[in-house]
């Protein structure tokens, strides 16, 4: 039987990076080569699966309980981030890790440094898996996916194991904001899911930012440097000038718990023409609304300066959980639960992001987020340690079991 740490290799093996500027489903189609593995490997263990026109795989082992069982979901996204690319990954593997600082060696004079990621200190003596700093390692979220597949060729080969309908879910383009979008719950038919897609070891979240992208332009005018005044419109000086309105205490780098944040992510520019892109956070819907208020003032104020130079576009990505998980708070009792009896200490704390699960929950599929276990997603800094998914692994097992003790 394949181990967990190989499936998580052959699975990071593969590029799956999704593209926030495509309008199509999945965003990039080299998604669904990862997509169409994980199909074929399923239906190889004899369970039932399904890839749809969309891009979802799902899959259901049925119950083996003599009684009413609540059927429980478990979801990852194959999906890794734009902000670095997945590409021809190259892991390196560090055993009965020393606890000092990690040379990426594909990167001369780039380290982990235990001094800038204290964490990993509390990884000494187990087995760390890196990138070599030319990529991301695509942990988010392929550790979640070699997690539910190791629990499912687990199931299938312990006949004695206990359990109700355990549905299985894959989704692409979760990093861009549009996991499932056109996610058919009632054909996934949970009663209650779990993504697997939070971070350290313990952590369990059933709230997490509301969440918008914002895309500023700015029309410039170009007039050569040498007759331009009073006639040029630099586009880059004035999308500057636009984003120091923004509070700079309200940036990523300055912010904490639940505070909320404006993070400019992209920029694209001549004098002519310029871009900025955008994404925004709150844990609070009222907070939310007022930071997407105020950006449209701050370009309403640049056009009141320099003429109608300047449009944004807001789009949603996604709400807080919260009142739509809360409701149902036995499903986090019993993920509780699970996490103690592999002797881990559960970490509730709100998601400083977004998980697949948050809109699923206001689609009627109540859906708190599990660790996978990795740290410093979405950068060549990403690190998981394989404890950490090997527990995970058995988080799952231990929340189906507890479903059909009931």
Do not use: W
Request: proline share 5%.
């Amino acid at each position: 039987m394949e181990t967990l740490v190989e499936k998580f290799l052959r699975y990071i093996a593969v590029d799956t990076q999704s593209d926030p500027e495509s309008e199509s489903y999945p965003s990039s189609a080299k998604e669904l080569d990862l997509l169409k593995m994980l199909r074929d490997e399923l239906s190889a263990m004899g369970i039932e699966a399904v890839l749809d026109e969309h891009g979802y795989v799902m899959a259901e082992i049925p119950s083996n309980c003599n009684r009413e069982v609540p059927a429980i979901g478990f979801i990852a996204h194959v999906d890794t981030s734009p902000d670095a690319s997945g590409k021809d990954i190259k892991p390196q593997i560090l055993e009965n890790y020393d606890g000092k600082d990690i040379p990426l060696k594909g990167v001369p004079g780039l380290v982990l440094k235990v001094s800038e990621f204290p964490e990993l200190a509390e990884y000494k003596g187990q087995t760390i898996i890196t990138t070599d700093g030319t990529t991301l390692l695509g942990a988010d979220d392929k550790a979640g996916v070699a997690e539910i597949m190791s629990m499912a060729e687990y199931v299938m080969t312990h006949p004695e194991f206990k359990h109700g309908k355990i549905k299985i879910g894959f989704t692409p383009d979760e990093e861009v904001g549009r996991g499932v979008e056109k996610f058919d719950v009632k054909k996934f038919g949970a009663d209650y899911a779990y993504t697997m897609d939070g971070g350290k070891i313990g952590e369990l979240e059933y709230e997490n930012f509301n969440a918008a992208s914002a895309t500023v332009k700015i029309q410039g005018r170009n007039i050569h440097p040498g007759y331009a005044k009073g006639k040029m419109l630099n586009a880059i000086l004035i999308g500057m000038e636009l984003n120091s309105l923004l509070p700079v205490e309200q940036r990523p780098e300055y912010t904490d718990g639940y505070e909320g944040f404006f993070h400019i992510i992209g920029f694209n520019g001549t004098v002519e023409e310029a871009t900025f892109s955008y994404i925004i956070r709150d844990h609070d819907m009222s907070m939310f609304e007022k930071r997407k208020e105020l950006l449209r003032k701050c370009v309403e104020f640049i056009n009141f300066k320099y003429g109608e130079v300047a449009t944004v576009e807001i789009r949603h990505q996604y709400y807080n959980m919260r009142k739509e998980v809360e409701p149902h708070y036995h499903i986090i009792e019993k993920a509780v639960k699970a996490m103690e009896m592999e002797g881990i200490t559960p970490c509730i704390k709100p998601i400083r992001g977004g998980t697949d699960g948050a809109n699923l929950s206001f689609m009627g599929l109540p859906c708190p987020n599990i660790f996978a276990g990795g740290h410093n997603f979405h950068g060549k800094m990403e690190f998981v340690p394989v404890e950490s998914m090997e527990k995970a692994r058995n988080v799952i097992l231990n929340i189906i079991s507890l479903f059909a003790e009931e």
